[in-house]
């Protein structure tokens, strides 16, 4: 049974191990790669186009809560195509405690019921820039980075 089991947030396929693959803290690129899969499997975002400045960028919009308290983030291996830059998160969206090995962007990210960041740690650039061509970084309700650790820095 994965030690944090009581978050009610473990990978169905993996929570009879020690821990699940999204709360594993050290992961091999495999995992990191497997990781990834499942998080787009069980989240399944749906994926738009979007043109920023002169780019055209794919982006996830998330249409139900994201619960992703105690998930430790691998860097995104090489050939994963996963990114939060200006993702639309139209339920609550929940990372307290969530550990980030890489570098994590939520550049231009909409978070419509708020997002809870709290006791979350960066151990990469941590990029939340807000203004890029015509988009606006929008909170519609309360963004909480209570006791977040940013051991790179912050955008």
């Known amino acids: ?12 396929e993996t929570k009879n191990q020690e821990y699940c ?11 990191a790669k497997e990781f990834y899969e499942k998080f787009l499997k069980k989240f399944k975002p749906k994926k738009e186009r979007i043109t920023v400045g002169l780019e055209e960028i794919e982006r996830f919009i998330f249409e139900e809560a994201v619960d ?16 939060f830059v200006f ?6 969206a929940r990372f307290e405690n969530a550990t ?10 909409t978070f419509e019921e708020g ?9 990469g650039m941590a990029d ?14 309360e963004l909480n980075f209570s006791n977040t650790e940013f051991r790179r820095g912050v955008l």
Do not use: Q, W
């Open 1 to 12: 049974m994965c030690k944090l089991d009581e978050y009610g947030n473990c990978d169905e």
């Open 21 to 31: 693959i999204f709360h594993k803290p050290n992961k091999s690129e495999k995992e």
């Open 68 to 83: 992703c308290r105690r998930y430790v983030f691998p860097e995104i291996p090489e050939g994963v195509d996963f990114s």
């Open 87 to 92: 993702s639309v998160f139209k339920g609550d």
């Open 100 to 109: 980030f090995k890489g570098s994590a962007s939520f550049e231009g990210a």
């Open 115 to 123: 997002a809870s960041f709290e006791d979350a740690t960066f151990k």
């Open 128 to 141: 939340f820039r807000g203004k890029r061509g015509d988009f606006e970084y929008k909170f519609y309700d």
